[in-house]
């Protein structure tokens, strides 16, 4: 009896571990507002250390190296759920190109994450011109992607 209950509550956390894979995004929606909302945090970290690139607020280290660290790991979220059938229709500025062209939109994700590793990098190292630098480079590899994948 106490190995049918072993395996019953086995089979029950594998299940359980399968459909919240399978169901992590149920609905085209879902996926949406899971994008919107990283975006969203991502985009006002960004900001942040903007403001001090543009000599708009002082220049503190530690929270600009803060910044850059949650914009590094924020970049490494979104993507799957852009690639979710349907999500390009709805409440989104996803053009339906980027479905069709996966290799391109898996290559402008792969150059955003690799250049905000590379600001939280160099902002964990707090040299302020080069954090300039590579902002600028995070900035470019965002309008990349926006301007071939997002509509107005
Ligand atoms: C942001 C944001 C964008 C990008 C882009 C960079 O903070 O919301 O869409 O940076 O403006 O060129």
Redesign the pocket.
């Known amino acids: 009896m106490k190995k049918v209950l072993r395996w019953s509550v086995c089979a029950l956390f594998v299940a359980g571990i399968f459909s919240v894979a399978y169901a992590q995004f149920a609905k085209p929606e879902q996926a949406i507002e899971y994008r919107q909302g990283v975006?969203l945090v991502?985009?006002h970290h960004?900001?942040r250390i903007?403001a001090v690139v543009q000599d708009k607020v002082p220049f503190d280290k530690a929270s600009v190296a803060k910044d850059a660290e949650l914009v590094a790991t924020l970049a490494t979220l979104p993507w799957e759920a852009f690639m979710v059938p349907g999500a390009e229709k709805g409440k989104t500025h996803l053009k339906a190109e980027a479905l069709k062209d996966k290799e391109g939109f898996k290559a402008a994700a792969d150059a955003t994450m690799a250049e905000t590793a590379k600001l939280a990098q160099v902002a964990a190292a707090g040299e302020l011109d080069a954090i300039k630098t590579q902002f600028g480079a995070v900035?470019?590899s965002?309008?990349d992607c926006?301007e071939k994948y997002r509509s107005r």
Do not use: D, V, Y
């Open positions: 975006m991502m985009a960004f900001g903007g900035g470019k965002c309008k926006h």
